[in-house]
T-cell receptor, first 113, second 112 residues
Framework: GDSVTQMEGPVTLSEEAFLTINCTYTATGYPSLFWYVQYPGEGLQLLLKATKADDKGSNKGFEATYRKETTSFHLEKGSVQVSDSAVYFCALSSSNTGNQFYFGTGTSLTVIP | GAGVSQSPSNKVTEKGKDVELRCDPISGHTALYWYRQSLGQGLEFLIYFQGNSAPDKSGLPSDRFSAERTGGSVSTLTIQRTQQEDSAVYLC??????????FGPGTRLTVL
């Protein structure tokens, strides 16, 4: 069945470091891909999304490119800030599965000054 | 506009009691999802409603858990005979088909 596998954390980076959080997926058909973020004490919110191959989602300096050939949707940011400390979830949704969502286990990021 | 709302925000109950958690989705959203998030853990899918179709209940952990969605809008998640391991944050989300989910703030359930 459809699934998402994301890099296990926790990840600790210094401010201004480069961030990559890996996400790979297994899906039949052509899913939409998402990154959600959960800041401490808050609910999940959408960070970015891509709905077809080669699309690049971007928001708040974060980017992720939908790579069908490698079934990946890695999250990147060139220079992280302390305020980026949060848990990041990769997710997919596919019409083949009735629009069901599949989430990764989440990756905790801590950025230190 | 109004987002997804959940009530109560916090619920403390005694082991063995029943609890009801409510979710008000965004108006017009046809899909509604319930998840559970234990401390420091990822999202555990519980149940999914899509329009008038039969719900996907494949994630419900036991027959003590049930959910309904009345009139295609409000949903109630019921946990009967609560156990301490049911303690978690219960999240509700809604979406239009083929679009991202919008999450509510969650209900923090504590079973003593």
């Amino acid at each position: 069945g459809d699934s998402v596998t994301q890099m296990e954390g926790p990840v600790t980076l210094s401010e201004e470091a480069f961030l990559t959080i890996n996400c790979t997926y297994t899906a039949t058909g052509y899913p939409s891909l998402f990154w959600y973020v959960q800041y401490p004490g808050e609910g999940l919110q959408l960070l970015l999304k891509a709905t077809k191959a080669d699309d690049k989602g971007s928001n708040k300096g974060f980017e992720a490119t939908y790579r069908k050939e490698t079934t990946s949707f890695h999250l990147e940011k060139g220079s992280v800030q302390v305020s980026d400390s949060a848990v990041y979830f990769c997710a997919l949704s596919s019409s083949n599965t009735g629009n069901q969502f599949y989430f990764g286990t989440g990756t905790s990021l801590t950025v230190i000054p | 506009g109004a987002g997804v709302s959940q009530s109560p925000s916090n619920k403390v109950t005694e082991k063995g009691k029943d609890v009801e958690l409510r979710c008000d989705p965004i108006s017009g959203h046809t899909a509604l999802y319930w998840y559970r998030q234990s401390l420091g853990q990822g999202l555990e899918f519980l149940i999914y409603f899509q329009g008038n179709s039969a719900p996907d209940k494949s994630g419900l952990p036991s027959d003590r858990f049930s959910a309904e969605r009345t009139g295609g809008s409000v949903s109630t998640l019921t946990i009967q005979r609560t156990q301490q391991e049911d303690s978690a944050v219960y999240l509700c989300a809604s979406s239009l088909i083929h679009n991202e989910q919008f999450f509510g703030p969650g209900t923090r359930l504590t079973v003593l």
